[in-house]
């Protein structure tokens, strides 16, 4: 399906249902009935799709512009003494769900499924950008759908932005997940050059679980890969999957992308991903996701520029 038109459509559907465009849901708990039906009516008959799927996009449509979505931070860290900060992940928790580590990974699943997933992604990139202009001391980093990845769509509105306000997009890593497929790979390409030349830092997320995973890594030239926790977690298992693991990072490694283990949740996963190359490491053991911005936990703003630049010659 054509995403812009498949999201003009739906997106017709919300402003229409709620003027303002402002979503409900402040109070959390539960679902006020008549907008939340109507919409699941209205789109259900206008765009053809499952009402599960619909639900959760009031859901996660509605709420990052209405600030119903909270950002919490959790820290990539140098796995070597001292776990310096390199940046911390922006992940978006929504309100009704109260288990805090709760992702909202099943949202926006449904969102991809319908082709929906950039409007929800403007809003977590807008709530994003506002937490690095307000802060000077802060380097984040926010996920991206794969349907994201395009130089059209919301793309130019935050290149502009990026462009006024300097100093931003040098703190900012743009991860990009590839649990759907990218629409187009050459618009991929074009989004990640776009984004580089700014200044951002281009990760891909989840590698290795993704769609078309070493085939991005080739083409998109990420600054920085994230090896799904997945392998770390089945290292251990076997003597099989934890060469496997090491692979994983030494292909990673080769590409001369910063790599990032991701769910390192004890020390002996933190011991085995660092033998096997991962000096950069995210997980339980090194800081949960925390509502917490405290000058305590901070990234250096210039680590990022000094352990990964922007842009690198590809030494595979
Ligand atoms: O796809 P991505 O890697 O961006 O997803 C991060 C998700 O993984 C978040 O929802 C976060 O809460 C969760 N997470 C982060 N670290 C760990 C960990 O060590 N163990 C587990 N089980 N989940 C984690
Ligand atoms: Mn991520």
Not at 74 to 96: K, M, N, S, T, W
Not at 212 to 224: D, H, K, V, W
Not at 232 to 238: D, E, F, L
Not at 245 to 274: D, I, K, M, N, Y
Request: proline residues 5%.
């Amino acid at each position: 399906m054509d995403i812009e038109a498949s999201t003009n459509r739906a997106m017709a559907g919300v402003v229409e249902l709620n003027p303002g465009g402002r979503g409900r849901r402040h109070s959390g708990i539960g679902n006020e009935g008549s907008v939340g039906a109507s919409l699941i009516e209205t789109a259900d008959l206008d765009v053809g799709q499952p009402a599960a799927d619909m639900a959760d996009v009031e859901d996660t449509i509605l709420m990052p512009a209405a600030d119903g979505v909270e950002l919490v931070w959790q820290p990539v860290r140098d796995a070597r003494d001292g776990g310096a900060i390199l940046y911390h992940e922006a992940l978006a928790r929504f309100p009704d769900e109260m288990d805090r580590e709760a992702s909202p990974a099943r949202h926006v699943e449904a969102l991809e499924r319908l082709g929906l997933a950039p409007a929800f992604d403007r809003g977590i990139v807008g709530r994003v950008i506002e937490e690095l202009r307000t802060d000077p001391f802060a380097v984040l980093g926010v996920n991206i759908s794969a349907q994201s990845a395009d130089t059209g769509g919301w793309w130019p509105d935050v290149a502009l932005l990026l462009r006024e306000h300097s100093g931003i997009a040098r703190r900012l890593v743009i991860e990009i997940t590839e649990t759907a497929p990218y629409p187009s790979i050459s618009q991929a390409i074009a989004f990640a050059a776009e984004a580089r030349a700014l200044g951002c830092r281009v990760a891909l997320d989840d590698f290795g679980v993704g769609h078309a995973s070493l085939r991005s890594m080739l083409a998109l030239s990420p600054a920085i890969i994230k090896i799904d926790a997945l392998f770390v977690r089945a290292a251990a298992s076997s003597t099989a999957a934890g060469a496997m693991f090491r692979h994983l990072v030494g292909l990673a490694v080769s590409t001369g992308a910063l790599v990032v283990a991701e769910g390192v949740e004890t020390p002996e996963q933190a011991a085995r991903a660092l033998d096997a190359g991962a000096t950069w490491q995210q997980g339980y053991l090194h800081g949960r996701p925390s509502r917490v911005r405290g000058h305590e936990i901070r990234a250096q703003p210039d680590r990022l520029a000094a352990s990964c630049p922007a842009t690198r010659e590809f030494r595979a």
